[in-house]
């Protein structure tokens, strides 16, 4: 018997303990010559108590195993056979709380397995009558009294309390005793937070005159006493080091004694009486209410979301921590108080309510929840306050990134919870989920580890059932079937109902006790699996449904096997089976060339048997594999044969295979369109074109064909393709065709027409997503014809659109815009709204403008800014700008920046000549000279000539002074 089995039935210790020693001196006496024989079995009852005893024909030796909460008991012989007259190995019995007993032969031993109609019985052994006879009395359990109801509301009164410092007599310090008294004695919680400490007194209300006090040592500060609906909270501040806190219950009156030991801190000096004048008093005083009217704002907050959770109202709950933080958070910032605990438990709350919203509402993406609790672990770390949630939030955050099947991630903050948080209950529970994702994983040695520190560290699991059913699923793949029963065993005895649900489990099973030899029960589990999922594609031929189990279960080199083994074996139609349900694997493996196998298989079967049942599928499944595979004309090819050969075929009449033929024309057109092959593309789209491109059902490969007629400069054809599509498509589609028809009408030349078709699309679809591009590409257009003011009309009202626009997406091309403008003014000499238009891109750049990724257009208005400000002497603002654009790109390696920053150097240098700073311009142009960049370049001969000369001047200016 397990030695938790002992421990967990204490009063059968002592009995089973003498049994053990009965059996070592019945092992230790000599070996009998023959097996023993049990002969009989007898039923004897008396009222609530059942005894059976077996009679043998010399005193057996035996073992007990027993699990009677699954209602089964097992005495294993050693030695041992069946002696019974009728020869039966099945003993029945009318009984309401026995089935009976099974005999079954294991090697040299008999093992007799009872079975229990009631659960829960516990079993004595009496001391044998012969030696040869074992008896055996079960009884039921004794039944606890259930417990009175609790009533509702609270009893207990908290009518005072007292706080005081207690010195030792020495005059060192001693402790501060905080005493509580109660109408009744209630129950005392205690839990820490960093340096605060919370009582709390369930059942328990403030009397209605008591009045809080206000206290505060060296030790400990009274921070505040609430309470809810029923219970009553008090926190205390440690204020010393070294603190550690004693609670003591007393009687006459019922009272609670909480002393709080250490180190206490130098106490604040009283303010002298009588220097404070009344007004600086109440002054103070009122301060202090303010003080404490804030910590009460969040603690208020921090209740009514703890309220809305209840509720069930996640979002108003989220709303109130959410505000319980930034208000206790403000306050630190603004009038410098600690940090309220409440304020940091409430960011844990706005987590966990996220987390609950998400998981009722069967969310899939589970990101925002672990941002909130990553948020709230950084904050908690940050001030040292409620750590001990800590285990929880990392033990969410596992959980969340497990549901999202993302089981690496999941699994890292399993083991960061485990190495931070050893001995938390949330740590033990994490290799529970954590094996599960290694069972996802299919690396099952890690999945048994993790099950089994999961049971070792975990005193009541409440996923036993389902942990050794995993576990047996574990060592069913690794080949091990001997362990996985015993653990399938553990498994049905607590919850035989679970495997029923899964039928991926429920075969592992079977095939477990078939490879045990348990054929009734891997009978009865095949039998249970078939009669439950009907539709599981498992043949009715044995060896086909071997290998059908073993595919389904990814042992697909077995399953082959099995197949393999079934063509060798059976008739040519078994035979064709087994081919056709290779090929099928191995066209289902993307990751080698195993399909172009299976295509020869189909191909196979096709040439060699045409006229069988299995031909018809293999065509088709080979014109399906080569779609699968991207061969887009073989598919085609394969699939036309088949509609010809097969004309009657429920695929062909319902139009499956010309759906398949379209979609591997779209794959086609499309992959050559992505990979720029337009002369091929054209060239197919030739060839199918009177054939199925005619009434073809996707626009957007006739809308592919066009854009490739265009780009190739026939712009006849893809401007007829486009009036087609145009006649036909509808929504987004023709949205899309008619900017794209304007865009080819620029292209071929005509600025007229493109110009109607612009102000015809941005008329019909004000609220288009391509009204920027649009817009855009009409401004273009009447700059390309020189109407400037036009131009400037469309960028200022496409600026003015979308500057202000709710969608922070739309507003991205703002900046773009100002840029063009800014060319465009710069194209018509108007260098002072060119450089104001620079400017403008600049500041309405939403992003970080000195990120690896900014645009290129952003880099140039930096320098074109100064540049044209430069251009209208604006000096002081054009050393600005240039200054600050260096200061931005100065470290960029791109040859075109790098040119750009050492062209504004020198401007700079210029321009602080020009200002009169012939100092700063002189090292300004030192600095370019002495650059190992540039050799040849004209900014640095410039540069040097104007060093030479500002030296020249300046040992000119020496000489005069001289």
Known sequence: MPVQRLLSHFPRVLLVLGVLLILTGVEAAPVFAQSAEVRQVELIRRGQQLSIRLFLNQPPVYQITENLDARTLVVKFRNTKPGFPDGSPVKLFNDSQVEGVRFLEVGPDLWAQFKFREAGLVFDIDPPEAPNILQLTFRPSKQLEPLPPVEPGAKVRLLSTDFRSVDTEDGLSGHTRLTLIFSEAPRLFMQQHGVQIELRFPNTLPAEDYETPEFEDGRVRLERLDSDESQVFLTLAMLGSESRVERNLREKPPRWEVDVYGVAVAAPEPEPEGELSPEEELRLRNERVIAKNRKIQVQNLYQQGENAFRKGDYEGAVSFFKQSYSTAKNNVGVFEDTMEPSAIRALYRKADTIYTML??????????????????????????LIEDL?????????????????????????????????????????NFWKALNQIERRDWEQAIKDFEEYLQVTPNPR???????????????????????????????????????????????????????????????????????????????????????????????????????????????????????????????????EYLEAIDLYDEIVRLYPD?????????????????????????EELEKYQEKHPLSPYVRRGVVRENIDENLKGLIDNQFQRQELLELIANYRDYKAKYLLNFRFDSTLFQVAVAHQRLGFYEEALDLLKFLDSRAQGTMLELIRLQTALALVEKGDPSLSRDQFTRFLTDYPDSLYDADARFSLAQVYRESKEYD???????????????????????????????????????GRYAESGRAYHEAIAKYRHPVTAQDTPQFIIDSHFRAGEMLSKVQSDQEALRLYQNAVANYAEREAPETR?????????????????????????????????PEGEGEMWKRLASENHQNLTRQFSYQQYLKQ
């Open 359 to 384: 998981e009722r509402r069967r969310g899939r993406n589970f990101h925002e929840a672990i941002d909130a609790y990553l948020t709230a672990l950084r904050v908690s770390e940050d001030y040292g």
């Open 390 to 430: 800590a285990p929880h939030a990392y033990f969410r955050i596992g959980r969340s990134y497990q549901r999202m099947k993302f089981t690496q991630e999941a699994n890292t903050n399993f083991e960061k919870l485990k190495s931070k948080f050893p001995t938390s209950l949330e740590a033990s529970e994490a």
């Open 463 to 593: 996923f036993l059932a389902e942990t050794h059913y995993r576990m047996a699923q574990a060592f069913y793949h690794l080949d091990r079937p001997i362990i996985a029963k015993e653990h399938f065993d553990n498994a049905r005895g607590l919850d035989p109902q679970y495997v029923l649900e899964d039928p991926t489990l429920l075969f592992h099973m079977g095939e477990t006790y078939y490879e045990n030899a348990d054929f009734m029960t891997a009978r009865e589990t095949f039998r249970a699996l078939l009669d439950r999922y009907p539709k599981q594609d498992f043949t009715k031929l044995v060896a086909l449904r071997l290998g059908d189990f073993l595919r389904d279960e990814g042992k697909e080199e077995q399953a082959i096997r099995a197949y393999e083994q079934a063509i060798n074996s059976y008739s040519r139609e078994i035979a064709l089976l087994g081919k056709l349900r290779i090929a099928n694997i191995q066209a289902t493996r993307p990751y080698s060339d």
């Open 612 to 636: 069988a049942p299995q031909s018809e599928e293999a065509l088709l499944r080979k014109g399906l594999t080569l779609t699968l595979y991207g061969m887009y004309k073989p598919a085609i």
């Open 790 to 828: 036009k131009a400037r009309i469309v960028y200022e009202q496409t600026i003015q659109k979308y500057d202000n626009d709710e969608d922070p997406l739309r507003m991205e091309v703002v900046p773009e815009l100002w840029y063009e403008l800014g060319q465009m003014y710069e194209e018509i």
């Open 899 to 931: 040119k750009q920053v050492n062209w504004a150097r020198y401007q700079i240098g210029v321009i602080q000549v020009r200002l009169g700073m012939e100092k700063e311009a002189l090292e300004t142009f030192r600095q370019l000279v002495a650059s």
